[in-house]
């Protein structure tokens, strides 16, 4: 009785975490797990294994979906980090740029208090020598302040040039990561579909009584071959 009640919690947990089928390894067998059934070979063998045996596989099913779950929801952050560091790198682009601009500004007006300056002195020249040396001591601290600014600028575009390139980098490989996603999606629908249109058509074979022997065993191999065709497809689908 308490295996029993044991195997009945096994299988509603697995429920919860999904339809999706597992292949387990256990005892040097394989077995397929997909809607509380467990499959061998493409038949349902779920009432054949004992429950000590169906505990032990729904087990390691379970492990298996939860890990698959656990994989996916650290790509999804991954990705979200992924795209708040370029936020992030736009930012600091946007801010460079602001930095250009405000530097430029502080340079037209240094270069227009130096012919100010400039005009003013050749004004004094002839009135006062002494002015002209003092105006002369502050047109060499503006070209002081004039080439700093400059530097700043040259920083400054630097910065954001390599802002730049890093984001291009980063969007050409999203990009591309995502559409490896979306043509192993489409190849296991078709894969999926594929294998739902031969399956149906096997079955009507089978009711009408048109299958031989021999017809069986080659349809189970072609059904098992689109089987397998489909899980490495959900495999890709899953590495990303």
């Known amino acids: 009785m308490n295996t029993l009640k044991q195997l009945l919690l096994v299988v509603i947990l697995f429920a919860t975490t999904g339809a999706m089928a597992q292949e387990v390894v256990t005892e040097g067998k394989t077995y397929l797990v997909k809607d509380s059934k467990i499959f061998s070979e493409g038949k349902d063998i779920t009432t054949s294994l004992t429950d000590i045996q169906k505990t032990a ?11 698959l779950k656990e994989k996916q929801n650290n790509l999804d952050l991954a990705e ?3 795209l708040e560091e370029i936020n992030t790198a736009k930012q600091e682009v946007l801010e460079a740029e602001k930095a250009k601009e405000e530097a430029e500004n502080k340079m037209k007006a240094l ?3 130096k012919a100010a300056k400039i005009k003013d002195a050749e004004k004094e020249a002839e009135a006062a020598q002494k002015a002209l040396e003092k105006e002369e001591k502050k047109l060499e601290k503006a070209e002081k302040e004039k080439e700093k600014e400059l530097k700043k600028i040259e920083k400054a575009e630097k910065k954001a040039e390599k802002e730049r390139k890093a ?3 980063e969007v050409a490989k999203a990009e591309k990561l995502e559409k490896k996603l979306n043509d192993a999606k489409e190849d296991l629908k078709k894969a999926e579909n594929k294998l739902d249109v031969q399956t149906k058509k096997y079955e009507k074979l089978d009711r009408d009584g048109k299958l031989s022997p021999n017809d069986h065993e080659k349809w189970k191999k072609k059904l098992n071959g689109l089987k397998d065709k489909v899980a490495k497809q959900e495999k890709k689908v899953n590495k990303f």
């Open 57 to 67: 596989i729904f087990d390691q099913a379970k492990k298996a979906a939860e890990l």
């Open 80 to 82: 979200k980090a992924k």
């Open 111 to 113: 270069e227009a208090e």
């Open 167 to 169: 984001i291009e980098k």
